[in-house]
């Protein structure tokens, strides 16, 4: 019995994906979120901020979807210099009932402390005047890390991330099949993870697609890595954050913000969304 129930459950959700997908043959609605704003700078290099940054990159991408795929909408969680919190801003994307989810972020390290002599001090010594060294902390935020890398969500929010997709399951199922995502039905859980995993899977898929394009620029593919963060745990769709470069890194922080350098890094992301919606819609 335990075995014929399980075939049923599977059954049913395989049934419920395909129908899903028929009515949704396509990604319609891309939600770009700009990490930070406001009185959150984020990360803060010699003469920038990684919150103006973020913005001004997904601006870009936004535009180049708007251009060359008319037919999809994009969301944005922030336009201006605002702070959103972590939580709206996967709400947006849910109420939205979007179909990707992609944080634009900048990197950074945590920079070097160096103990160095910076004159000398007096002190009394069986009885006697004596100069020793005095020496002081220098911090040098200065690094050499270099390159891009994708995260999509950790396992260890996973259960938020099944949390999320059990409340907002309308946006799966389009308000059909009532019954099906019922939290009282056992099969529900198995339902809900297996959605879980198809959104990792897919959040793999599309972070590949735009680290590998970020490696045709020339810049250094750091891969796609996994982190436990709020703004990709609430998302139910297909989610990536992108840190597109460190910003105390000084070439990396003059190419981030320079026109050509913001607008290659806008293409390698929208050319990773690209490739992703086509691998799909075949």
Same mark, same amino acid.
């Given at each position: 019995m335990r075995t014929?129930?399980? @075939? &049923? =459950? @599977? &059954? #049913?959700?395989? &049934?419920?994906?395909? &129908? %899903?997908?028929a009515d949704n043959p396509k990604v319609k609605k891309i939600v770009l979120d700009a990490g930070h704003g406001g009185d959150k700078p984020g990360a803060i290099g010699h003469f920038s901020k990684e919150k103006d940054i973020a913005l001004? /990159?997904? =601006? !870009? /991408?936004? $535009? #180049?979807? !708007?251009k060359n795929l008319s037919e999809r909408q994009v969301i944005y969680t922030r336009t201006t210099d605002v702070d959103v919190h972590w939580v709206e801003r996967h709400e947006i994307a849910n109420r939205a009932k979007a179909d990707l989810f992609v944080s634009i972020h900048v990197n950074s390290t945590p920079g070097s402390r160096t103990k160095v002599r910076s004159g000398y001090r007096t002190i009394k010594k069986n009885g006697k005047s004596v100069k020793v060294p005095r020496y002081v902390y220098k911090y040098d935020k200065t690094t050499e890390a270099n +390159? /891009? $890398?994708t995260y999509v969500l950790g396992l260890s929010r996973n259960s938020q991330k099944e949390e999320s997709i059990g409340e907002y399951s309308d946006n799966l199922t389009g308000g $059909?099949?009532? +019954? #099906?995502?019922?939290e009282k039905d056992p099969m529900t859980a198995i339902i809900i993870a297996q959605y879980s995993q198809a959104f990792l899977t897919s959040s793999v898929d599309l972070g590949s697609r735009i680290q590998g394009n970020f490696a045709k620029q020339g810049r250094l593919d750091r891969g796609v890595k996994q982190i436990s963060v709020e703004v990709l745990a609430g998302c139910v769709m297909? +989610?990536? #954050? /992108?840190? @597109? +470069? %460190? @910003?105390?890194n000084v070439e990396e922080e003059k190419y981030m913000n320079s026109p050509q350098g913001q607008t290659e890094i806008a293409h390698a992301i929208y050319n990773g969304i690209l490739e992703y919606i086509r691998a799909i819609e075949r």
């Open positions: 014929k129930a399980f @075939i &049923t =459950l @599977i &059954t #049913l959700f395989f &049934t419920y994906a395909t &129908t %899903f997908a001004a /990159v997904t =601006l !870009k /991408v936004g $535009e #180049l979807i !708007k +390159g /891009v $890398e $059909e099949k009532e +019954g #099906l995502m019922d297909p +989610g990536v #954050l /992108v840190e @597109i +470069g %460190f @910003i105390n």
